[in-house]
């Protein structure tokens, strides 16, 4: 049975941003003392870019073990890797170029290719071939790191959408309703597979969509993406600052 959320609830700010760096090295040394390497899916969007410039910061850069880290992106727009809404380039900006990551270990999604569903392919086949995983295992990522749109939609998977309900695929196309529409995604066959799901909110506009999806209230919200997001038998976290969780009721916060 997939476990129940931990929701964490920070002040504004540098307390969430302190938190997150630091529940992301807990989760990686466990990962990194356990299998030798840590397999890490990242997210793109301004609440990640925050986490990733303090993890560059002479504060957190230390404690992390760089070398052994592996990086995966649960998400891209189908634009070049220089593409200003690139997450890749928002991530190589913020993170890989500061801390001089060695580029073998980094897997982007090549979103440039011309056709978007080779590049789907393509990147499955580097999932599969990093983590030693032949069809049909899924491969377990060590943590994946999501954000959650205003729609309910986490990485690019999209309410209604056929990205959500692909169960056979790692990695697919999808077609977001606004903004770059063409998107490559992880499917939820792989992020309900990693040992560790974290997702990062912070804002007062996030604010009902959190209610729905950690306390729906009706069947629509019950299948919203992020709320389909229950990974088995690993570990879910919610990361808020007090802006995000403010219309959680006093069960979920304590």
Known sequence: MPTQPEVRILRDGPAWVHEACECLRDIC???????????????????????????ASPEWKERFDWDRMVFFFGDERCVPPNHPESNYAMTEAALFSPLGINPEKIHRMKGELDEAGRAAQDYEQTLRDVTNS?????????????????????????????????????????????????????????????????????????????????????????????ALVRPDPGRLIWLLDESAGAALSRRLTG
């Open 29 to 55: 040394h466990q990962a990194a003392r356990s299998r030798g390497r840590v397999l890490v899916a990242l997210s793109g969007g301004s609440t990640p870019q925050a986490l990733y410039r303090s993890l």
């Open 134 to 226: 032949p069809t049909p295992v899924v491969p377990q990522l060590d943590v994946i790191l999501l954000g959650l749109g205003d729609d309910g939609h986490t990485a690019s998977l999209f309410p209604g959408t056929g990205a959500l309900f692909d169960r056979t695929h790692l990695v697919t196309v999808s077609r977001s309703p606004k903004g770059i529409a063409s998107r490559l995604t992880l499917t939820l066959g792989v992020i309900n597979r990693a040992s560790v799901v974290l997702f990062l909110v912070a804002g007062r506009g996030k604010a009902p969509m959190v209610r729905s999806v950690l306390e729906p209230q009706t069947e629509t919200e019950r299948a919203l993406p992020a």
